[in-house]
């Protein structure tokens, strides 16, 4: 049976006293001093979503342009079925005739 954290009564009530403890640290700073912090935060998210951003963008054009992609063509050298001669439905083209 896996045990999940949050039905775990210690991880709640660890979590609780976090939360308790972010409150009461917050209320000791001054507006400011929480504006600040809310400006760093949001540039340090800013600068965090453009490196994923960056790193998924190498990605993609790595597997486009030979990573994932760069896999030997089964059909190279081969011709095409539908011109090929059937001798099912008789000579010539499958599809017309």
Same mark, same amino acid.
């Given at each position: ?16 006293? +976090?939360k308790? =403890?972010r409150?009461l640290?917050?209320r000791?700073?001054?507006?400011d ?9 949001? +540039?340090? =998210?800013?600068?965090?979503?453009s +490196?994923l951003?960056?790193?998924r963008?190498g ?9 994932i992609?760069?896999?030997k063509?089964i ?5 095409s ?5 059937s001798?099912?439905?008789?000579q010539?083209?499958?599809f017309?005739?």
């Amino acid at each position: 049976m896996k045990k999940t954290f949050s039905k775990d009564p210690e991880f709640v009530q660890a979590a609780k006293e +976090r939360k308790i =403890q972010r409150i009461l640290d917050q209320r000791e700073k001054g507006s400011d001093e929480r504006e600040l912090e809310r400006f760093q935060e949001e +540039r340090r =998210q800013a600068l965090i979503k453009s +490196r994923l951003d960056a790193i998924r963008k190498g990605k993609r054009r790595e597997a486009f342009s030979g990573g994932i992609m760069d896999t030997k063509n089964i059909f190279k050298g081969h011709k095409s079925i539908l011109h090929e001669d059937s001798k099912i439905l008789g000579q010539g083209n499958m599809f017309f005739k």
